[in-house]
């Protein structure tokens, strides 16, 4: 099993940048695709960014192409989540997820999952 700690989550005003943090520990070698997914109150889960832990291969959510960028550093285990020119409607609990195989973008296809770190743009 892997564990996942999701870090960096705050209150922005609008146009600001947050940088989440997503260190992984445990059976980390199991897993070589990292998510993060995003959830807001009284909807469902949705994918935000994903990337492949070996070749750097990136895929993101259309609302936030050009805004977000998500990387990894293989020495600390840590995948980031960089946001900028945040909007409101980025408001949400973002979860970091892992899994093994093809980068996904369905929730239910990632085995492990960090306990979420709030963010919230104000306008």
């Known amino acids: 099993q892997v564990q996942l700690v999701e870090s960096g989550g705050g209150l922005v005003q609008a146009g600001g940048s947050l940088r989440l943090s997503c260190a992984a520990s445990?059976?980390?070698?199991?897993?070589?695709?990292m998510g993060w997914f995003r959830q807001a109150p009284g909807k469902e889960r949705e994918f935000v960014a994903v990337?492949?832990?070996?070749?750097?291969?990136?895929y993101y959510a259309d609302s936030v192409k050009g805004r977000f960028t998500i990387s990894r550093d293989d020495a600390k285990n840590t995948v980031y989540l960089q946001m900028n020119s945040l909007k409101p409607e980025d408001t949400a609990v973002y979860y970091c997820?892992?899994?093994?195989?093809?980068?996904?973008?369905?929730?239910?296809?990632?085995?492990?999952w960090g306990q979420g770190t709030q963010v919230t743009v104000s306008s």
């Open positions: 445990g059976r980390t070698f199991s897993t070589n695709v």
């Open positions: 997820a892992a899994r093994s195989g093809l980068i996904a973008t369905m929730p239910e296809y990632f085995g492990s």
């Open positions: 990337i492949n832990w070996g070749s750097g291969s990136t």
